[in-house]
């Protein structure tokens, strides 16, 4: 029996994923299902593929071998369909992204949007969470691509400078230093202060700011680690404590007047978000596409 692309594809999110179950999840398919056609591949090639014997799923060498040329020939495939789509006056396919908290709740949705207007019969799938995680995704296959807050720290990752953040202070409008521009850095390490939750990246650019001035996290009064900016701005609001937060979150609430945004003396609270995406893995046409939209959206970076 002939090897066809579906195989193919299946047999490369159970590498990327280093799962049968994810796998199957990623191509909704009971987990049978997909060793199933694993071993039809086998079979069909006479060599074993994937080390069942260990907690992840590995490719054999035959298995590696395998996977770079099924990777060229699915590459292959989705640019004949977005080539002949493309003579069709149509771009269309389904493209998984992922966004940190701030570009993912407060960016990204817009960019979608202006996305499907260009290009109405694509279907973008977004998820959403800490900068670590979407990493994370991207690097194990189940995202293409991400827009995250932070640099990452492995050699595998590739990332451009999409567009700056401004972070500030922000204090309740009832507080003492509502009315101010600035305070002092010895000021902050005194007041009970939320902090976000490890792996963000605007714990990391916080980090990183204070660690210039010769200070640490742990130097905070921290009261709280919470895991969403949402949550912050409630604490903040409740008079819980003050934090560190992207201006672009907390637009809203500074409008209304809900919140104040101070600077902080010596404190270099200006960050970037970075277009993200796997070094060594292929990128689909329509993942060129998406980027191509990016970079008109955010010329000159």
Known sequence: MPVDLWQLNIFCKVIELKSFSRAGKAVHLSQPTISSHIKDLEDH??????????????????????????????????????????????????LVIGGST??????????IADFKRQYPDVIISLTIGDTAHIIEGILDGGLELGIVG?????????????????????????????GKKHVSLKQLV????????????????????????G?????????????????????????????????????????AGKLSALKVDGLHLKRSFYLTWHRQRSSSPLHQTFVKFLKEKFPGK
């Open 45 to 94: 090639f006479d060599c074993r593929l994937i080390d069942r014997l260990s907690k992840e799923a590995a490719p054999s060498k035959a298995g590696e071998l395998l996977y770079g040329y099924a990777k060229k020939i699915l590459a292959l495939r989705d640019e004949t369909e977005m080539a002949l789509a493309e003579y069709n006056g149509k771009i269309r396919g389904r």
């Open 102 to 111: 701030i570009p993912g709740t407060y960016m990204m949705p817009q960019l």
């Open 150 to 178: 932070a640099r990452a720290e492995t050699q595998k990752i590739d990332q451009k400078k999409l567009i700056s953040d401004e972070m500030r202070l922000i204090v309740p409008a009832h507080h003492r230093w509502a």
């Open 190 to 213: 005194s007041e009970p202060f939320i902090l976000r939750e490890r792996g963000s990246g605007t714990l990391k650019s916080l980090h990183q700011s204070l660690s210039d001035r």
């Open 215 to 255: 200070y640490a996290v742990e130097d905070l009064k921290v009261i709280a680690e919470l895991g969403s900016t949402q949550a912050i701005c409630q604490g903040i609001k409740n008079g819980a404590g003050v934090s560190v937060l992207s201006t672009l979150a907390v637009a809203e609430d500074l409008q």
